[in-house]
């Protein structure tokens, strides 16, 4: 019934205990909004059923359902029984009769909805509190099951407890501060574990509850009625529905217990005491109820918190109602009355809102992969606990235009659970727009600015200096950036790291070349790349001294140009674009970038999307070992850690690449020095007569602080391992290239075209194999353990990008052909 349950709590707890689920943005790193300390209670009581043989996921899904509604059969149980002991027992049978009958609490007590959890709980904590002020265990057992209730479920929660702390000040004032000490304590624990947890798999200090709270009612990163406001009455709408006769009750209990107080009064009877005490009872219900109709955004689930506390007043009201009726069982008819509507509610909630369980299952069993798809009524899915084996969810465009939810990163990519939540993408929003990669496309005519929508361009002015321009690249963490001329209200050209690079290296050819002398095999390389790399005005402007702008770099290197399209340009003839080497594109709509298309957006868009449009010989080829595909060469551009940084530049422009592999004597791979790496050099200049892993482990720290997140690893794969496998670790790490490995014990290669710092100084050109786009992740079946790379491996190839793309091309004929006159423009 509710997707919010789903899509936020069933499918990340699939995640946790299977591997694989869908991700709202409420999960990702950056909002981190959901607790996952939440989902740890439960994921250990699966692990506790799996002991007595429940392992199939709708056994699962079906046990957790039955512990949540016998837990909340108990709690309820509690309630009652406080009632019966501490305020009447007529009362607490009407209670008992309310509970049983309402739909609301048939729906909402075996939920897996944190609201649910803190209902639960906060009728713990108004069972304890049910009792006269005065007791220690009182105060107890409220405040640490009301501290659990808004903690470890849901903050709001907190609004039942209002009440029991004004009747704590009122009523024992000489022991506030003891009370104050024991809520803070209880607070303190609760908080510092569910913080503990939620920082642990969100690899950041985080309390989930907090970041609630701030979005929700600060405003902070987002609104919250952009998911749809009601009117003030909702909830008296709503309880009509779920609770029919019991609302209307709950609604009268506080003018009839005024009309009684004020007989009381009058009469000069005793028994105001308890009466007033009463005041605190009944309160929890009108707190909630007026604090969640105030607020624009209203959903059904919120005021579930407060459903026993509806039917405790409803049988308030009828006991205060009793002198004046003649037939004592007049209460019992008119609540058994409401459990017959209840029922029927209940009824056709199971009858005719069953249709989607009925339907998935219905699917058939397969060995082989299959992909569901649901388009506008996506919000209907029951969770993956309903999909058969080998079968995974995805969604089509539709006529809904919100935000999709994404998938989990599989561990068996990412390399653990925790690696797949602290992971950060840039696929989520807190604005509710559209997503495009969290919906799959038939084909490859999905148009370039619906892979840029809403993206924020980041640009320099063209007569900025260098060191401002790498400023810019390393706070948004990007390769390239293009130059805007305010004269001329142009884009003047595209500012890249390789061009960074290749000035880098005429500056010191020019000046100290000199003090190269002793490895002629550098300087050579690096005269080299100096001068072919570089066009005769940019090299002359250099060495006369001219002030060194950013404009004067712009394609200095010649690999990557700014290069524009049309929005209306085909995915397919983008990645055409791509095939020839260049790294991305800018999406022009008119005289302005509407945004930048890389590379890495495309590969991702493919791998999630277009699992419906690989044949089944690129099935087969993704499914191929790379040792077959060609990929272990030995071909692989090589540096050693001390080799200096100015040498490993002239490599990288030599032969035109974007990363080189640090290894050490033995060929073990122990680095990757990227030309990432090189706007870190106009920051620190230092570094450009330093080593390569001086260079690599200074980005690394800026990186680190920067994100709080460990940038050091290398990522690589064995020969064995399938392209599939290579493919899935490319987009689940967001890198360029993963570097194929092998065990240094492994049968020798042929190393005559390995490039090394003091070898040959003109090796041959380096062989670049090429891939293959990759099916969704969510298709991808787990990895034997042998396909990762170890760190004692020695390094025998890679797979890059640019080679997936080009074989993308390959293996695509009917794909339509560009068209410059029409579809896309450049500019060299």
Not at 378 to 399: A, E, G, M, T, V
Request: hydrophobic share 45%; with cysteine; proline share 5%.
């Amino acid at each position: 019934m509710d997707c919010d349950e789903v899509f936020n709590y069933w499918e990340p707890l699939h995640f946790l205990h299977f591997g694989w689920g869908k991700q709202t943005w409420e999960y990702a790193p950056q909002y981190a909004l959901r607790s996952y300390g939440y989902l740890e209670l439960h994921r250990v009581l699966i692990m506790l059923m799996s002991f007595v043989g429940i392992s199939t996921r709708i056994q699962v899904f079906y046990a957790v359902r039955l512990a949540l509604g016998v837990g909340c059969a108990f709690c309820e149980a509690v309630f009652v029984r406080a009632v019966a002991r501490h305020v009447d027992r007529r009362v607490s049978n009407y209670t008992l009769l309310g509970l049983a009958g309402m739909a609301g609490m048939f729906h909402s007590g075996a939920a897996l909805l944190p609201s649910s959890f803190a209902m639960c709980w906060a009728m713990l904590g108004s069972a304890a509190a049910m009792s006269a002020p005065g007791t220690r265990r009182r105060v107890g057992c409220a405040v640490w099951a009301f501290a659990v209730a808004v903690v470890w479920g849901w903050p709001y929660s907190a609004v039942v407890a209002l009440p029991f702390v004004v009747e704590e000040i009122v009523e024992r004032r000489e022991f506030l501060i003891n009370s104050m000490a024991m809520g803070v304590g209880a607070v303190a624990v609760t908080a510092g574990l569910a913080a503990a947890i939620d920082s642990w798999y969100y690899g950041s200090g985080v309390l989930a509850g907090w970041n609630q709270i701030a979005y929700n009612v600060l405003g902070r990163g987002g609104d919250s009625t952009l998911y749809g406001t009601e009117p003030w009455y909702f909830y008296v709408k709503n309880g009509l529905l779920n609770a029919n006769i019991v609302i209307i009750l709950a609604i009268a209990c506080l003018p009839l217990w005024t009309t009684s107080w004020l007989a009381l009064r009058l009469a000069g009877r005793r028994g105001d005491t308890d009466h007033r005490r009463l005041l605190f009872r009944v309160l929890p219900f009108y707190v909630a109820l007026g604090v969640f109709s105030l607020q624009p955004h209203k959903e059904e689930r919120f005021l579930s918190i407060v459903y026993p506390h509806m039917c405790f007043n409803a049988a308030v009201s009828l006991s205060l109602l009793r002198p004046l009726y003649s037939w004592p069982r007049l209460g019992y008819l008119v609540l058994c009355v409401a459990g017959i509507v209840g029922a029927l509610r209940m009824a056709a909630l199971v009858q005719y809102y069953g249709a989607p369980t009925h339907a998935f299952q219905q699917l058939p069993s397969h060995m082989s992969e299959r992909v569901v798809c649901m388009g506008s009524d996506w919000y209907r899915f029951p969770s993956s606990f309903w999909l058969p084996h080998n079968y995974r969810l995805q969604f089509i465009k539709s006529s809904f235009d919100g935000h999709l939810p994404g998938d989990f990163t599989p561990p068996w990519i990412s390399g653990s659970t925790r690696a797949s939540t602290a992971m950060r993408r840039d696929d989520f929003n807190s604005m509710n727009r559209w997503e495009p990669t969290h919906a799959v496309s038939s084909n490859m005519t999905t148009e370039a600015k619906d892979l840029v929508e809403n993206q924020r361009v980041i640009q320099v002015n063209s007569n900025s200096t260098i060191e401002h321009a790498c400023d810019t690249l390393i706070k948004h963490d990007i390769q390239s950036v293009p130059l805007y001329d305010q004269e001329t209200q142009t884009y003047v050209g595209m500012f890249d790291l390789h061009d960074l690079a290749t000035y880098i290296l005429l500056k010191r050819s020019d000046h100290g070349a000199a003090e190269s002398d002793s490895d002629s095999s550098a300087v050579q390389l690096q005269a080299a790349a100096a001068r072919s790399s570089t066009s005769g005005l940019a090299r002359d402007a250099v060495m006369m001294g001219k002030r060194d702008s950013v404009s004067l770099l712009s394609d200095m290197s010649h690999m990557n140009p700014f290069y524009s399209v049309l929005p209306e340009t085909t995915l397919a003839q983008v990645v055409a674009v791509f095939a020839r080497g260049t790294h991305r594109v800018a999406v022009m709509d008119g005289n302005q970038i509407r945004g930048i298309l890389s590379q890495t957006r495309v590969i991702r868009y493919f791998f999630e999307h277009c699992a419906e449009s690989i044949t089944p010989s690129e099935s087969r080829l993704l499914d191929t070992p790379l040792r077959q595909l060609g990929l272990v060469t030995n071909d692989v551009v090589k540096v050693r850690p001390n080799s200096p940084v100015i040498q490993a530049l002239a490599l990288l422009e030599r032969w035109r690449i974007s990363s080189l592999a640090i290894v050490d004597e033995e060929d073990r791979i122990a680095g990757n020095l990227s030309v990432a790496d090189v706007k870190y050099l106009a920051k620190q200049r230092r570094l450009t007569s330093g080593t390569c892993m001086e260079l690599v482990q200074a980005a690394r720290f800026v990186q680190g602080m920067r994100d709080g997140r460990d940038r050091a690893a290398v990522f690589s794969v064995r020969p064995e391992a399938t392209l599939r496998y290579a493919l899935t670790k490319l987009i689940a790490t967001g890198a360029h290239r993963v570097w194929v490995t092998e065990p240094r014990h492994a049968e020798e290669r042929v190393r005559s075209g390995s490039i090394s710092i003091g070898a040959d100084p003109t090796p041959p050109m380096p062989m670049r194999r090429a891939s293959v786009s990759s099916t969704s992740s969510q298709t991808v079946p787990i990895a034997p353990q042998h396909y990762a790379g170890s760190f004692n491996d020695k390094v025998c190839g890679v797979v890059s990008l640019t080679d997936i793309l080009r074989l993308l091309i390959d293996t695509a004929p009917n794909q339509p052909t560009l068209n410059p006159e029409l579809n896309y423009a450049s500019m060299d």
